[in-house]
């Protein structure tokens, strides 16, 4: 790739940096030399799609989400951004276990295993990807675009990392990681829906991406999630709906088009089945 990725260093200090990147991309772009292998990264993505591969690591990022991982030792890591959406905004919390460990104390037990084996020469890790919150997006926001005098940020960037860490980093329950296969099918179907959520759900093609029979996927996806694959799809768009109203000017109208809502009266049913009040509510607070 000729392409280079111009990258800010945000913090930098003992065992913690946090780097953000806000480009505009006509072409893939490596950002492999991110990812190193002594540390445990959170990426914290809000616009632009990427891809890493690795021996033991396969992870689709798209925007809005959040994500864990760990190359293992001499693990060989490719990692692309890639073209097609335009802008990439990200934010890496790169951490030792040193860092991890002075931080957590005792509570370090609790963390994901990308994070908790930092520094071991074993095999590498992949967090569970998920959709952040609102609230998650205007905190990786804040980090872009610190809110502080610059001689204060410093004290700043220690607090908000360990925030982000401790919002991000805990182990999955159950011990699950984002190796174990079941998960893997959970997440890719996950991703399947974020990827497609202005169509309708059309099981079979989810199905198929994830490599499963149609019945077993919706049982397991249930089982593991606590929810049905259209009610995910359902939290996706009012997700996404919510902040087109909220933050991008939108009307009812425009929001629910845009997500994939062809009746109005269906989308207001949806949006308060999941935000608890109606969108022009919403739109108007």
Request: with cysteine.
């Amino acid at each position: 790739m000729s392409a280079t990725l111009n990258a800010t260093i945000l913090h930098e200090g003992a065992g913690i940096v946090v780097t953000g990147i806000d480009v505009e991309l006509s072409q893939a772009v490596d950002w492999s030399s991110f990812l190193r292998s002594t540390a445990g990264h959170l990426v914290l993505n809000l616009d632009g799609h990427a891809v890493v591969l690795g021996k033991h690591i396969r992870l689709g990022i798209v925007p809005g989400t959040a994500s864990l991982l760990r190359p293992g030792e001499g693990e060989m890591i490719h990692a692309s951004r890639l073209p097609g959406g335009g802008r990439h905004r990200f934010v890496v919390l790169s951490a030792s276990a040193g860092w991890l460990a002075a931080n957590f104390g005792d509570s370090a037990g609790a963390l994901h295993p990308a994070l908790r084996d930092a520094t071991a020469a074993s095999t590498g890790h992949m967090g569970q990807l998920r959709s952040m919150t609102l609230a998650e997006r205007d905190l990786c926001e804040s980090l872009l675009q610190p809110p502080v005098a610059r001689t204060l940020r410093a004290a700043w960037f220690r607090g908000k990392s360990l925030e982000c860490f401790s919002l991000f980093g805990a182990a999955p329950k159950g011990g699950k990681t984002g190796n174990d296969p079941l998960r893997q099918r959970i997440d890719a179907a996950t991703l399947w829906l974020r990827e497609h959520f202005r169509e309708d759900l059309d099981l079979h093609a989810v199905a198929k991406h994830v490599g499963c029979a149609p019945h077993y996927l919706s049982r397991l996806f249930k089982q593991h999630s606590g929810k049905t694959l259209s009610q995910k799809l359902r939290e996706i768009r009012i997700d996404h709906a919510a902040s087109l109203l909220r933050d991008g000017g939108s009307n009812v109208t425009e929001a629910a088009f845009e997500v994939g809502y062809n009746s109005l009266s269906h989308f207001t049913k949806a949006f308060v089945a999941e935000k608890g009040t109606r969108p022009s509510d919403w739109r108007a607070g």
